[in-house]
């Protein structure tokens, strides 16, 4: 078997999670001498009742015309390859294939720094964005965000505005824009930067897509900078995920009586560094 084309197969080809996938990598790369048939034959990964209908799935022909068009689309990497991430490989269940578009040699660059927040940004967060970026940029660092309005979607344009590096992290297929205001964007940063999902063409932007897609954007850096968030939001489980693989959190304060702040007060609170200037970002980055 050759194990990198059974990875592709197995993400474009089958509905398991991301869980099922990397159990199913640790475990065929000990046996790479079977062949799929005989694999999901001795599996105890898979459902005796599902062997059947995954072995003609993942053998069939019009699986093999998705892939093409996967790979015309843009590109695919996988785990096994020379330019998948270090740090990614480090995180808990890493992808074993991700899809993407763009310029693939930014995921070599040593420095790196997630900025995420709150989509519906104030003009505090705008103001913050803009007072930082050019800074980042400056010290040659590449931003790493979600392609979502607000903090997201400011931190890319601000990025490239400043002749920068970014790498938008997406919940959907590469060819879906989602939300459909970041269409241009997503176009730019295509031919600027890199688009990565886990997602192969068709996927839509389910709401447990958004969770995993979080652990690949604090995955890919040594440290993640949170610039508004509410409580419980979804930059807060960036944030979590983040701390869980001991890598840097950040965060900027804000007034006590913003509900946008309360998150990032709340991560201060709990122990984050507070982002108050450029430097604190460089000295948990460089």
């Known amino acids: 078997m050759e194990i990198r084309d059974f990875l592709i ?19 065929i790369r000990k046996s790479p001498e079977l062949s799929i048939a005989e694999w999901i034959g001795t599996t105890k990964l898979i459902k005796e009742s599902q062997k059947d209908e995954l072995t003609a799935t993942l053998q069939s022909e019009q699986l093999t015309h998705e892939i093409q068009i996967n790979e015309q689309s843009g590109g ?16 808990y269940c890493p992808p074993t294939v991700l899809f993407y578009n763009g310029n693939l040699s930014l ?20 103001q913050a964005i803009k007072c930082l970026i050019p800074g980042v940029v400056a010290n040659q660092l590449t931003t790493v965000s979600g392609l979502a309005k607000g903090v997201d979607a400011l931190v890319h344009e601000a990025t490239l505005a400043n002749a920068g590096s970014t790498i938008a992290v997406i919940g959907n297929g590469l060819d879906i824009t ?29 709401r447990h897509h958004f969770v995993e897609r979080n652990r ?30 001991n890598r840097n959190v950040l965060a900027i304060p804000g007034s006590i009586f913003s509900g946008n702040s309360q998150g990032t007060n709340q991560l201060i609170a709990s122990g984050a560094r507070p982002l108050i200037e450029l430097d604190d970002v460089l000295e948990e980055v460089l």
């Open 216 to 245: 690949i954007i604090a995955g890919l850096t040594t440290a993640t900078c949170v610039v508004e968030a509410r409580k419980n939001s979804g930059s807060l489980i960036t944030a979590s995920l983040a701390l869980t693989e």
């Open 107 to 126: 995921l070599s660059h040593q420095r790196t720094i997630a900025i995420v927040g709150a989509r519906m940004m104030t003009s505090y967060g705008e």
């Open 76 to 91: 695919i990497l996988t785990i096994l390859d020379e330019m998948y991430p270090k740090l990614l490989r480090e995180i």
């Open 9 to 27: 197969r197995v993400k474009v080809g089958t509905n398991l999670g991301i869980k099922k996938q990397y159990q199913i990598y640790q475990e």
């Open 178 to 206: 989602y939300p459909k205001q970041n269409a241009q964007l997503q176009n730019q940063i295509q031919k600027e930067g890199l688009i990565l999902s886990e997602y192969p063409q068709g996927a839509r932007p389910l």
